[in-house]
């Protein structure tokens, strides 16, 4: 089973740049497609960004420009590069992956941009 792991969250001031981690251990299979997704308490999760095995990215309108979504797939590790941050980008950061027949979530990572 796969087990993907955020890591890089933090609080920073608006303006300023994390860059967020999703570890996915575990699988026997090739990994395909892998998604950054976000949360706000008392909101749906919104999908930011999204990279294929061959590095083929799509982003949410809200992030494109800002954010980048990249990955190393002999680690089977996503990076998300956060640039010009802003407070409506809080939330917590949810990496899901797919495998053939399956997608795992990870359990997040908060990111809070103070104004």
């Known amino acids: 089973q796969v087990q993907p792991v955020e890591s890089g969250g933090g609080l920073v001031q608006a303006g300023g740049c994390l860059r967020l981690?999703?570890?996915?251990?575990?699988?026997?299979?090739?990994?395909?497609?892998m998604q950054w997704y976000r949360q706000v308490p008392g909101q749906q999760r919104e999908f930011v960004a999204q990279?294929?095995?061959?590095?083929?990215?799509v982003y949410a309108a809200s992030v494109k420009g800002r954010f980048t979504i990249s990955r190393d797939n002999a680690e089977n590790t996503m990076y998300l590069q956060m640039n010009s941050l802003k407070p409506e980008d809080t939330a917590v950061y949810y990496c899901r992956v797919y495998v053939p027949g399956s997608d795992y979530w990870g359990q997040g990572t908060q990111v809070t941009v103070s104004s």
């Open positions: 981690s999703c570890a996915a251990s575990g699988s026997r299979f090739s990994i395909t497609n």
């Open positions: 990279i294929t095995s061959l590095g083929t990215t």
